[in-house]
Nanobody
Framework: QLQLVESGGGLVQPGGSLRLSCAVS????????IGWFRQAPGKEREGVSC????????YYADSVKDRFTISRDNAKKMVYLKMNSLKPEDTAVYYC?????????????????WGKGTLVTVSS
């Protein structure tokens, strides 16, 4: 059974850090681009970051560039999102998703498998 499970969300103060994890099971991670997406209350889902399957090319939304870092460990079947300098506007449910093509992730279309999300709340 193909599955992605996010963890690591929680409550953090502005300026703080969190590391989200995405555990993959049921398929070989190294054949897929993995993306992180988020959806804030009352807003549409938006793309946050993507990492390609073979060569580790990364993409970041402008809103998180220089603050967030995506990484992957294919052997452990894990993908991470390190989030620094968190802002209240980063509050959202964060989802990881898997797709074949890197451009699908960047364009936020056609991702094949999705996790159920983990809630990140940035508040004092």
């Amino acid at each position: 059974q193909l599955q992605l499970v996010e963890s690591g969300g929680g409550l953090v103060q502005p300026g703080g850090s969190l590391r989200l994890s995405c555990a993959v099971s049921g398929f070989t991670l190294d054949g897929y681009t993995i993306g992180w997406f988020r959806q804030a209350p009352g807003k549409e889902r938006e793309g946050v970051s993507c990492i390609s399957s073979a060569d580790g090319i990364t993409y970041y939304a402008d809103s998180v560039k220089d603050r967030f870092t995506i990484s992957r460990d294919n052997a452990k079947k894990m993908v991470y999102l390190k989030m620094n300098s968190l802002k209240p506007e980063d509050t959202a449910v964060y989802y990881c998703a898997a797709g074949i093509l890197f451009r699908q992730c960047v364009r936020q279309t056609g991702m094949d498998y999705w996790g159920k999300g983990t809630l990140v709340t940035v508040s004092s």
